[in-house]
């Protein structure tokens, strides 16, 4: 079994790489821009190039079995034409690629928030997309177009917790610690919503488990968290005893939090500095309801890494790493 790793140097396909890595009936490919960020001691075969390429997306396909797609752009606020072109596009070029090239099963990346709060407990449920977030629609939009292409290739489609530990990438915690510095940042809903937190170790088991897992058809659907779900609050509380960040002083309902961050967006065009908070960041917060329960019984998911030591690690690796706050997009290159 051949298995393409896009997005190889990143947070998630690091993780992929690393554990198919373990499997002696797996043969790995490594899809990437640059192969001299791939994790060290990678021994399979690269495949360099740009999934916005057409001819690139045709060639990466060659003698592959299944691609695990773990390439993607990403922005917690704006940024609508850099979604499309840098992420959008190309994965909608290489979803209808695999399916013309008779690729066997294509993985991919999502988010727990993509149907919250309504629907988020059921990953098969359609994305309910936000005028205040147009990366997000377009999440939607790729998981929708598997939904469209799924038949003789199988589309696994992983709805994924809030990312966190070594190698970590944009997501919710990169943002809010150094935010919680400034003294000016609430509690929502008094934190008592769930924190959906997944190590990307056991992003990277999950993969592998959907790539091979026998018996998946058509298009699929997992939520993806950790053992076990905090609160926020309680993850605020760890920062906090461990890492001597501030608490928040104050507690904001969802119904205040939405306007006060459509301000602070607005704001933005005025100030040299990203918003304090945004619209994105606050439906990241909203209760999702998630379990593992359906990726445990078809796919054989257990996840091994608490959401402490993921957060811990990320933290440590934080203060290593960071010379400057986390922006709110990747960079567009």
């Known amino acids: 079994m051949t298995v393409l790793v896009?997005?190889?140097?990143?947070?998630?396909?690091?993780?992929?790489?690393?554990?198919?890595?373990?499997?002696?009936?797996?043969?790995?490919?490594?899809a990437c821009r640059d192969r001299h960020r791939l994790i060290p001691g990678f021994q399979g075969e690269v495949r360099v190039g740009d999934l916005r390429d057409a001819d690139y997306r045709a060639r990466v396909l060659d003698d592959v079995d299944i691609v695990c797609h773990a390439a993607a752009w990403t922005s917690l606020w704006g940024h609508a034409q850099e979604s499309r072109t840098l992420y959008l596009e190309p994965t909608l070029g290489l979803l209808d690629a695999a399916v013309a090239r008779g690729i066997q099963r294509l993985v991919n990346v999502s988010t727990t928030s993509a149907a919250a709060p309504e629907r988020s407990h059921d990953a098969n449920s359609r994305g309910i997309p936000r005028r205040f977030w147009p990366h997000l629609g377009n999440v939607i939009a790729i998981?929708?177009?598997?939904?469209?292409?799924?038949?003789?290739?199988t589309m696994v489609n992983l709805r994924l917790g809030i990312f966190a530990g070594q190698r970590y990438a944009l997501s919710v915690l990169p943002i809010l610690i150094p935010r919680l510095k400034t003294h000016l940042v609430p509690y929502v809903a008094g934190g008592r919503t769930s924190l959906p937190i997944v190590d990307g170790r056991d992003v990277g088991e999950a993969f592998a488990l959907a790539a091979t897992a026998p018996g998946l058809s058509g298009y699929e659907a997992f939520n993806i968290v950790g053992p076990e779900v905090p609160r926020t609050r309680e993850v605020i509380e760890l920062l906090h005893d461990e890492f001597g960040y501030p608490?928040?002083?104050?507690?904001?309902?969802?119904?205040?939090?939405?306007?006060?961050?459509?301000?602070?967006?607005?704001?933005?065009?005025?100030?040299?500095?990203?918003?304090?908070?945004?619209?994105?960041?606050?439906?990241?917060?909203?209760?999702?309801?998630?379990?593992?329960?359906?990726?445990?019984k078809r796919l054989g998911y257990r996840p091994r890494v608490s959401w402490r030591e993921a957060v811990r690690a990320q933290v440590r690796e934080m203060a290593a790493r960071e010379i400057r706050p986390m922006r709110m997009a990747r960079p567009i290159a």
């Open 143 to 153: 998981e929708d177009r598997m939904r469209e292409l799924a038949g003789g290739t």
């Open 247 to 296: 608490k928040p002083h104050f507690s904001v309902p969802f119904a205040l939090a939405y306007p006060f961050s459509w301000l602070m967006e607005k704001l933005d065009l005025f100030v040299p500095w990203e918003p304090l908070v945004t619209r994105s960041i606050v439906h990241l917060l909203e209760e999702v309801n998630v379990s593992n329960v359906e990726a445990s």
């Open 6 to 30: 896009t997005g190889a140097t990143g947070f998630v396909g690091s993780h992929v790489l690393e554990a198919l890595a373990q499997r002696p009936d797996v043969k790995v490919i490594a």
